[in-house]
């Protein structure tokens, strides 16, 4: 009872969730982006993205989980799942940023290959945040905005419930 009133008064608001979410992911992006920069020097461009992009995924899951969204805990293997998704969609928009960056400039330099990525970053994660809160952490945020006592409407769900689970039970009921 203690989680459910604390996690209530953790869950943050649109533009609060959205700051959070800035100084979050954009920590993580930024490292991200330094990092992708070293290591395209020893291995290609795509492959240090992807690898990168893994990784700071699975960070910024579990900051966004703990913090950003107010879930009050680790994110779950599904939360992983469905923020890989949204990371695999952001994931194809640097790398056609940075394609099309080669195929304008023949011989960008490291200054305008990171203002390219980090931009290409940013817009990935304007729709990134809206997938993840809508989404993803959707559930643990409705959950814990809910005051604790508030009724909550039943719908179908009590009918569901009370019909045998298939033609068999309802066979040995008669």
């Known amino acids: 009872m203690e989680t459910a009133q604390h996690q209530d008064q953790t869950?943050?608001?649109?533009s609060a969730a959205f700051a959070r979410y800035v100084l979050c992911g954009g920590?993580?992006?930024l490292t991200a982006g330094f990092a992708v920069a070293?290591?395209?020097?020893?291995?290609?461009w795509a492959l240090a993205n992807?690898?990168?992009?893994?990784?700071?995924?699975?960070?910024?899951t579990e900051l966004h989980a703990r913090f950003t969204?107010?879930?009050g805990g680790r994110a779950t293997w599904r939360?992983?799942?469905?923020?890989?998704?949204?990371a695999a969609a952001a994931y194809v928009v640097t790398c056609a940023a940075m394609f099309a960056l080669q195929q304008l400039v023949a011989s960008p330099g490291a200054v305008l290959e990171q203002v390219v990525y980090l931009s290409a970053s940013a817009l990935a994660g304007v729709a990134r945040f809206a997938v993840l809160r809508l989404v993803v952490f959707a559930r643990n945020?409705?959950?814990?905005?809910?005051?604790?006592?508030t009724a909550r409407p039943v719908h179908t769900s009590v009918a569901r419930a009370?019909?045998?689970?298939?033609?068999?039970?309802?066979?040995?009921?008669a």
């Not at 070293?38 to 290609?44: D, E, M, Y």
């Not at 009370?162 to 009921?173: F, G, I, Q, V």
């Open 79 to 86: 939360q992983h799942a469905q923020s890989a998704g949204s």
């Open 38 to 44: 070293a290591l395209a020097s020893w291995i290609p």
């Open 141 to 149: 945020r409705s959950r814990a905005a809910a005051p604790l006592g």
């Open 11 to 14: 869950a943050p608001g649109a």
């Open 162 to 173: 009370s019909l045998p689970a298939d033609p068999a039970t309802l066979c040995r009921a």
């Open 50 to 60: 992807a690898l990168v992009s893994v990784v700071s995924t699975l960070l910024a």
């Open 27 to 29: 920590g993580v992006g």
């Open 69 to 71: 969204f107010g879930a």
